[in-house]
Structures are given as C-alpha cells and as structure tokens.
C-alpha cells in the first residue's frame, strides 16, 4: 500500500486530471481548427468526445483561450453576442507539430502500458 505522500503524489502528478490539464490547449487548437467555436462550444464538444468523462470548466477554457490568443495561435472574432475563435497560420503549424509530439508520446506510453519483462 502506497504511503499518504506517495498518494499525494500520484493524485497531483498522475491523475486523469493532471494528465488532460496538459492536452487542454491540442484540444482546443485541434477543435478550432476543426471549425471555429465559442468558449462553451468547446467545453461542450470535449465532453462530447470524451463521453462526459471531462468537463473543461469556464475557469479552464476561458484563460486557455486567452492564452493562445496572446501567442497568436487563435484569434477571437464577435459574431452576434458570442467570440468565436479560429486558428491562424500560426496556430495550424503549432498544431501540427503539437500533434506529431503527441502521436509519438502516445506511442512510448503504450510500450510502457505493455512492458513485459524479459
């Protein structure tokens, strides 16, 4: 049995949460760049392909966004009452490389998921 601190870290370092945190802004570059989308739009559709299984709150996506508009990726335009983000050139070649790193990433963590000692 793990200790309360060997708990500790697994929760913060290990956890599903901790390890989408990390996927939030792929995700919402891949999703606009899909189509351009509101803030909630692109809660809605996380949840959506995930089956509920994560729930981006206001509190992520809004600052998330914000981010990748100040780094140029994303840019913010007013239709109607909503701001609806698009990806900009920029945005397209980081999401490509980004989703080159991930493909890879996920390749190791499936080895590791597989490992079988010799």
């Known amino acids: 049995m793990p200790s309360e601190k ?3 870290i697994i929760r913060h370092n290990f956890s599903a949460r ?11 570059l ?9 803030g909630y739009a692109i809660m809605k559709e996380i949840e959506r392909l995930t ?3 994560w729930k981006p709150s206001p509190g992520s996506i809004y600052p998330t ?29 980081i999401l490509t490389a980004a989703m080159g790193h991930a493909r890879e990433g996920m390749q190791s963590l499936q080895k590791i998921l597989d490992y079988r000692p010799e």
């Open 65 to 93: 966004l914000q981010e990748l508009q100040d780094a140029g990726l994303v840019v913010q335009n007013v239709v109607g009452r909503k701001h609806v983000y698009e990806i900009t050139p920029l945005g397209d070649d």
């Open 18 to 28: 901790a390890f989408r945190s990390g996927f939030l802004k792929l995700a919402t």
């Open 51 to 53: 089956c509920q299984d």
């Open 30 to 38: 891949r999703l606009v760049a899909a189509k351009p989308m509101h």
């Open 6 to 8: 060997a708990c500790e």
